[in-house]
Structures are given as C-alpha cells and as structure tokens.
C-alpha cells in the first residue's frame, strides 16, 4: 500500500474486519483512540515502531490490533507473536485480555514465565499458540534448554511487542534483550518486526533506534506519539514521529497535585488513614523497607492495607491485587512493581511518600488515576523528611517545565558480553571460535570487539576450545550448571535472601541480617505489614520458619547497585532553594518547611554560580550536580578534592587548607578544560554486576567506575562561575 493511499484511507477499513466487527459489538467502542489509529498503517507495513502514550493510554490494543490483523491476512502460522513484559505480575495480567482478542480470530495466547507449570509448558511445546506471552529471561531459557525445540517452537516468530520497553532499555535486561532478539533471529532466519510501547520518555527516537538492534540502519521505524502529554526529544525529523502538534510545554500540567510536609512515616500513616475515607488509595514507597514499615502503621490504625513488593510471595502479591481490584474503601501500598501497567482497578487516589528519583516514574504513578470518565488524574506527596520534600518541590518544578528523563543504556556491558557468550555456546552446543559474532548479527558491543573477554572465558576454563570449536568448559558448569544453567538467564542480582515460612504458607523473602543481627530476646521480622517471631532458621536451604507476633518486627533488605540523583534533578532542587515554587498545591506545612530550608542552605546556592564554602567542618564545593557528576569531579580534581570520599548528591570535599589562591591557581578551574576522570571503586561493588566473575578484575571495576560517572555534568559544573567563601 502506497503512502497516498494509506492518507486517503480510514485506518480502521485497514484492519481485519472480524477485528473490526469485535471492537464495535464486543467491546463497544464507537471509535479507535488516536494512539490505535496512527499505529495501524505502520504496523500493517511492518515497520519496527515505538507506540509513546501515558499510562492507560490504549498501548496494548494499539500493538494488538493490526498485528492480529496481519496475523490474518497473512495467514501466520505457530508462535508468531511474542509479547515481552518486564514483570511476571504484568504478564499475568494481560494474558487473559491478549488472549481474548486473538480468540476473535479463532487464534490463541499463552503465558510462559518462571512460575508457570511444567505441565503447562509441554501442552505449549505440544500445541503452541499463536500469541506467547513472557519475558526475555524465559525466552532465553527457550533457547537454551533442552525441553525445547526452538527452532520448532520459535522458528515461526515474525513480531516481537515488548511492553514498557523504557524500563527495559535503562538497566542490563535491556542489553540482555536485544541480544537474545538477535539470536532470536538467527532462528527465524528472517528480521522480525519490533514494536516497543512506553510511557513519557525524553529520548522516543533514540529509544526506538536501540530497540531496533542490529536493524536501525536498514529497517523502517517510526516513532507513533500522537496524545504525546509533554516534552520529547528535539530536533526529530519530521517524518520520523506521528503527532497532532503536541510541543514541549512549560505550563502547569494537567492534574490535581499537593505536596505536604508530614514529617515522618508515622505521621504519614495518620494522614493516610483519615484522609479520602471510602476511597480506594495506591501508596507508592521507594524501599521495601518503608512499604513495610507504613503497611503496619497503617493496619494498627484497622485500615485495609494490602502490600506489594519484590521480597512477597507470588501468592501474597497476588492476593492483594485482586482484593485490592475488587474492594473499594482500602490502601495498597506498593514499590515500583506496581509503577507498571498491572490493573489495580477503579483506583481513586495516589499518594506518593517522599519522592520518586524520576519524572518518568512520577508520570507512570500519577497516571494509574483518572481514568474514569469526568476524574482527574491526581497525586498527594507526603515528604517523611527535610530533604525528601525539597527532593519532591524539585521533581515537580522539572515536571511543570515539561521535562522528562532521557532513557539510556548503563555504557559498557561487559558483564553481559561474557553471559552471552556462554549462552550462545550452551544454545548450540559448539560455537566457532571465528565466527561467533555473527550470532549477534554484528551488534555491538556483542561484535569482534569482545574479543578480550572471550579469551579470558577460555583462559579461566569457563570456555574449552578445540579445532576451531568452543564448548563449555569445567568453570562454567561448575558456576552456573546447576538447575540446568537457570542462573545463567538472569541478567540482574539481587543478594541472597531466606525464604519465611509460616508452616507451609509462604510469606516471602527477607535479608540475612534480619536473621543476624545479634540482639538480646526473640528474633522480630516485620514481612507482608505484620511481625513475625523466627521459631526455626534451616541456614541450608535458607528458610526461615515463623510463626505470629503481636509487634516489633524488623524489616531490613540490602539495596545492590548504585544510587543518587541525577544532575538535572539537583539543579531543580537548587532552583527551588532560590525561590522557585512548583506550580501544584503547597500545603502550609510544606511551604513553611520550604522557607525554612531556603534559610538554612542559604550558603550553599547563589544564582549563576556553585559556591565553595569553608568553614570549621571542612571545605565544601556546593555543586548541586548530582551524585556521579561529583564522583567523577572529585575523581578529576585529586590535587585539591579530599582522599577517599564518599560522593553526595549536592557536594565535593575539598582539602581543608584550600585557599582562594590555591583554587584559582587549579589549571582546571581556571579553563575548565580538566581532562574528566572516571571515579574510582571498591573491588567490593563489582559484585554488583551478576556475571563480574567472567571478567577480568581490572575490566570489571572499569565497568563499574563508567557507570558511576557523568562526564557530562561534570563538565558543565567545571565550566561555571564559582565563588569562593570563607
């Protein structure tokens, strides 16, 4: 079909007409969204796309569609569609509703993830479905177990739909899809076809050329942002993203948002428990800790909480999404796991304690309300702490101005490299030891380039070689052969934890240190929102037997990776210190804290400069760049910054008998042309990444230290105006 006649065209007439027939008479619509029509002449081409519209927007159906339609027309046979969600609880579902729309044609969906059944595994080997939904861990599970035929069971693949594809492609699991779509498409023989759905992002065409892999130069794609809320990318060509007109915006946003100061968790509780009676209320928490911590505040005040996070059984999570979805005067409080599409109903309100790190996550939490007809999406901010509300005034300021986080890929995968490697080897059996990069399809950095790392595989034993071929070796099966090379797929770590048990129900999971902690009287755990007393720990299988406690618990789980704010996000809370207000409601107690603060940091920010204060506890260069830009600042400037610090978001230790003299006489303050140093680590934080034990030590830590770096807001910071005090 030519472009001319794709514009004289309906898109709707394009559609399958049972497809069409269904979304009138099944589901009662009189018309598509705009988001569903703009994706249908696109996905009918067979072009990769990035489907961009807030949260409830109409993605799923705007995938689904005309890819059924074309599912139809083309008359696909076996798995043709994969659909990748990041969670497991997302999956669940949208099984039933992917499933419902394929039925229309007399077609079919299926879930495969790590918790489903070995028995309904082997009826999809046997009988597999048209529509397969799961997650690229399983995927790669696919490739290489030995239950599975790929080739038969995958061959047939023509589309892949990854769902929230931004919380994808900011962490490792993205590296680890695309390189297992690659792979993927060695079996299939042929390019598949790429659709990515995501929320509000800074960056959609950059997002849409990663997701296109090895294919961003050859194949079609395009970018369908039609209800597109607020800022995006500039400078896109005009052909490479379908709008109506939306441009970036610094007025107020659409939305009903307050922020209070309420000064700790507990007082949250209280204003949580009193306010909005009758309503059903979502409560986001950035810990597992605080989620705990507040669902048992909350249920001593006889309110009807329900808890979700990553450390709960599947069962326990799934329990309180479904009596959350068909209850109506209660609270859910959750971490990120709920930030995602999963339905939680007909929810009324979102409160949001403290404060999320990102635009991007405050517009996903926001948009879990006002969906019904004649509400408004709305969001109260409870701020437990000082900090934590001028953290809250500047994500609000960054989100008034239209500014969304750009997503992009953690630099240097190594890790990863080496993962895949093994994997590839595992799939197939044997890999040539020259021609291996083709099974990434040129891709980089899984091209010639890793050379090194595969050497340091074979030199350790994780790889044998011989006459040209590689197998596993003796390391690799020792490592990760275990369950079949299961812990091979995952390309994320977390640190071990026990399992909690009361009798055979289990509750979830929780840290060592819980279990630990050397402290006088019963062993108290707080898990699911109630204490538990530890009867019996099994240290060998990590289980941890309890049974209920009146009070006391204890909820503690170690947090991996690196955390700290972002430039942009800092620099908005300085501009709050010099008087900016965001443009939402401010209660009395948070604009009293507010001023306060703005008197007590008065010190630290001056307009159209970073001071550099001395006083009697140090000398403090006041940034306010971000907690890498400083680490990589004050790994740059070693002759006047202190040894050995620890970096902050909001500052940079420098020597204590640092004179203005001496500053001014810093070649790199005086240019600011400092050749950038990136941070140095502990050896300790490489444990960090899931597979550092197939790297060298010293290409392990440069992982780490590139993405404990920001290049670039260091060197904006270095090329700034500076005043020195004290």
Sequence with gaps: MTDQVAAETNPIDLLDRVVVHHIVNTLGWPDLRPLQKAAIVPLLHGDDAILLAPTAGGKTEAACFPLLSAMAGND???VSVLYLCPLKALLNNLVTRVDGYAQWLGRRAALWHGDVSDAQRNQIRRDPPDILLTTPESLEAMLIGVKTDHGQLLGNVRAIVVDEVHAFAGDDRGWHLLAVLERLQRVTGRPIQRVGLSATVGNPRQLLTWLQGSGADTRTGIVVAPDLPIAIESALPS???????????SRTPPGDVELDYVGSLENAAKVIATLHLGEKRLVFCDSRRQVEQLGAALRAREVTVFLSHASLSAGERARAEQAFAEARDCVIVSTSTLELGIDVG?????????????????????????RRTGTIRNCLFLATSEEALLQAAGLLLLWARGWVEPVMAPPEPRHLIGQQLLAVTLQHGTLGDRTWPQEWNGLPPFDRSAEPILRHLIDTGHLDQDQGLLFIGPEAEKRFGRRNFLDLTASFTAPPQF??????????????AVLTDDKPGPRLLLLAGRSWRVTYIDWKRRRAFVEPADHGGVAKWSTPGLRGLSFALTRAMRDVLLGADPPVGLTRRALNTLTEQRTTRSATVITNATVIDRSDTGTRWWTWAGFRANATLAATLTGISEADQRPTDFYVRLRPDLTSEMLFATAEFTDGEAALTLPSVDPRAVNGLKFSALLPERLAAATVSARLADLEGARVTLHEKRQ???
């Design 76 to 78: 696909w046979r076996g």
């Design 239 to 249: 052909n490479s993203i379908v709008t109506q007109g939306n441009t970036p915006t």
């Design 346 to 370: 007909d929810l009324d309100r979102v409160i949001q304690i403290d404060a999320p790190t990102t635009v991007a996550s405050f517009l996903q939490r926001i948009g879990r309300t006002g």
């Design 499 to 512: 399992t909690v048990l009361a009798g055979r129900h289990e509750i979830g999971q929780t840290d060592a």
């Design 724 to 726: 020195f005090r004290g």
